[in-house]
């Protein structure tokens, strides 16, 4: 069994900035994948970042030029750099990684006052 352990999340201002991370722990094969996902209140949980085995990245339009994903191969680790943060970026965060199967944290909060 593999998990995923988010932390980094917590209560700043807007334009402040926050790292998350993820670490990764079990039985865990060849990574796939390594991604941020988010869900706001009332809302569905979207994609915010990923980065590929290989080491490619692709963001949401939302957070280009404000978040950076980054990865640890080490420690098999994930961060999100979160700079210039808006009220709307408000959320829990979620990391997930996808190996033989998808595996989810179990999340950790940002929120973003005005």
């Known amino acids: 069994q593999v998990q995923l352990v988010e932390s980094g999340g917590g209560l700043v201002q807007a334009g402040g900035s926050l790292r998350l991370s993820c670490a990764a722990s079990?039985?865990?094969?060849?990574?796939?994948?390594m991604e941020w996902y988010r869900q706001a209140p009332g809302k569905q949980r979207e994609f915010v970042a990923n980065i590929i085995s290989g080491g490619s990245t692709n963001y949401a339009d939302s957070v280009k030029g404000r978040f950076t994903i980054s990865r640890d191969n080490a420690k098999i680790a994930m961060y999100l750099q979160m700079n210039s943060l808006k009220p709307e970026d408000t959320a829990v965060y979620y990391c997930?990684?996808?190996?033989?199967?998808?595996?989810w944290g179990q999340g950790t909060q940002v929120t973003v006052s005005s």
């Open positions: 079990g039985n865990i094969f060849s990574i796939n994948v």
């Open positions: 997930s990684l996808t190996s033989r199967q998808t595996y």
